[in-house]
């Protein structure tokens, strides 16, 4: 559909275990659609070196833009910056414009800028930091790759300071059609419709309540006009 | 760890663009937990066959389970059955077995079993099924890969159905500690001890909490032992 499209990132063995249910995807998804980027990928890898370099160099090159979240903290689980710096092939080092950010934010709470917290302004060579407004430690964004932190708050604030930067396409609209039949019932016309609308995707959902079948018709596209269209010829044709 | 490996594959555009919140993931993970099988990788691709074919074979490959969700259903965007099928390279067609199946239950519910709902007696050459006790239409293995529907509730009846078949290792075991500090403090200890413990996993997990800064270590291991006394050694360095 001509937008751009973009991959995530999660790392983090806390969410593979089981005992974290990550929110981020579904909070990502939900922004780069409303934003025209189509969320075409994610993938989700423990805190493994060859796995996060794979994933990163993978992702890098099939899609436009990729966001990362997890593993930026100050702890020894915390590898991602190292990682995303082989994976580009860049020297890492403190860089003193994070370095100053976390002194001045570690001075007004008057904690120490130790060398496990000084380890957050280990910067990839040539990137660009992402602000972040709720807990300063910075995120930072090399070539397509924009490395932000797994606390969902955290993560949400730098999406909102990526964001704007990025050029979107036409934001992908939907309807949705609810319809209190049985997928396989409405499954001819769906086919119908949407071989007449290329351009146009329909997405069917099942639901079952107070025991009967019933399906949500999600129809998505870029343009209005073709959506209405799609949602027109839909309705006529399950005589609704 | 030695045991054995799982990846999962989601597939379906209503994750990706931010409709749906997935818990397939979440679910799968604790499950396989429990099994003491290592849930490695999970990838989230859309409605598109490329994207599913390349998936599922290289996860086929790198991993000695895989557990898809997704696609199986009777419309035009359930394409995961034709995906599989030509990933491996076999045949598929309608099966007998599988046919019987959804006639009984057609019957039964007094619904016609149409050309539509029959597209889920569609199973590769060589398959096993997977009985599904929710909606009936089957899942199926193919060599190392066990496709199942996205509904959660049927998911969760086919997982149910299939573990009980595979060989789990040592159930991985946890125990969380609560400290009442910030990461940055605790985090060179941390370090030490997981250097200690080689085979010990040690993960933290920070939180904010009225105000102060807080962080759950956890720490993973298949021998309770090795977590007993990783444990001891934490509360003791950290001075709890």
Same mark, same amino acid.
């Given at each position: $559909?001509?937008?751009?499209?973009?991959?995530?990132?999660?790392?983090g063995?806390?969410?593979?275990?089981?005992r974290? &249910?990550d929110?981020?995807?579904?909070?990502?998804?939900?922004?780069?659609?409303?934003?025209?980027?189509?969320?075409?990928e994610?993938r989700?890898?423990?805190d493994?070196?060859?796995?996060?370099?794979?994933?990163?160099?993978?992702?890098s090159?099939?899609?436009?833009?990729?966001f *990362?979240?997890?593993?930026?903290?100050? *702890?020894?689980?915390?590898?991602?910056?190292?990682?995303?710096?082989?994976?580009?092939?860049?020297a890492?080092?403190? &860089?003193?414009?994070a370095?100053a950010?976390?002194?001045?934010?570690?001075?007004r709470?008057?904690?120490?800028?130790?060398?496990a917290?000084l380890? $957050?302004?280990?910067?990839?060579?040539?990137?660009?930091l992402?602000?972040?407004?709720?807990?300063?430690?910075p995120?930072? *964004?090399?070539?397509?790759?924009?490395? $932000?932190a797994?606390?969902?708050?955290?993560?949400?604030?730098?999406?909102?300071?990526?964001?704007?930067?990025?050029?979107?396409?036409?934001p992908?609209?939907?309807?949705?059609? &609810?319809?209190?039949?049985?997928?396989?019932?409405?499954?001819?016309?769906?086919?119908?419709?949407?071989?007449?609308f290329?351009d146009?995707?329909?997405?069917?959902?099942?639901?079952?309540?107070?025991?009967?079948?019933?399906?949500?018709?999600?129809?998505?596209?870029?343009?209005?006009?073709?959506?209405?269209?799609? $949602? *027109?010829?839909?309705? &006529?044709?399950?005589?609704?």
């Open positions: $559909m001509g937008n751009p499209t973009a991959a995530m990132l999660v790392i063995d806390e969410i593979l275990s089981g974290t &249910r929110s981020n995807m579904h909070f990502l998804a939900g922004e780069l659609t409303r934003h025209g980027i189509n969320l075409s994610v989700v890898v423990s493994d070196v060859d796995a996060i370099i794979h994933a990163v160099q993978a992702l090159e099939g899609f436009d833009h990729v *990362t979240s997890g593993g930026i903290g100050p *702890t020894h689980d915390d590898i991602t910056a190292d990682c995303i710096a082989k994976a580009f092939g860049r890492i080092d403190v &860089r003193e414009d370095r950010l976390l002194q001045a934010h570690y001075d709470s008057g904690q120490e800028l130790n060398a917290r380890r $957050m302004a280990r910067i990839p060579e040539g990137a660009a992402i602000d972040n407004p709720v807990s300063t430690a995120g930072f *964004t090399v070539e397509n790759v924009h490395v $932000m797994g606390v969902p708050s955290v993560f949400q604030a730098m999406v909102a300071s990526v964001l704007p930067t990025l050029t979107g396409g036409a992908l609209m939907s309807q949705t059609l &609810r319809v209190m039949r049985g997928e396989g019932d409405i499954a001819d016309t769906l086919s119908t419709v949407a071989a007449a290329p146009v995707s329909i997405g069917c959902y099942p639901f079952q309540k107070d025991g009967a079948y019933g399906a949500n018709v999600v129809v998505r596209a870029s343009d209005g006009a073709r959506l209405d269209a799609a $949602m *027109t010829q839909l309705a &006529r044709d399950l005589g609704l």
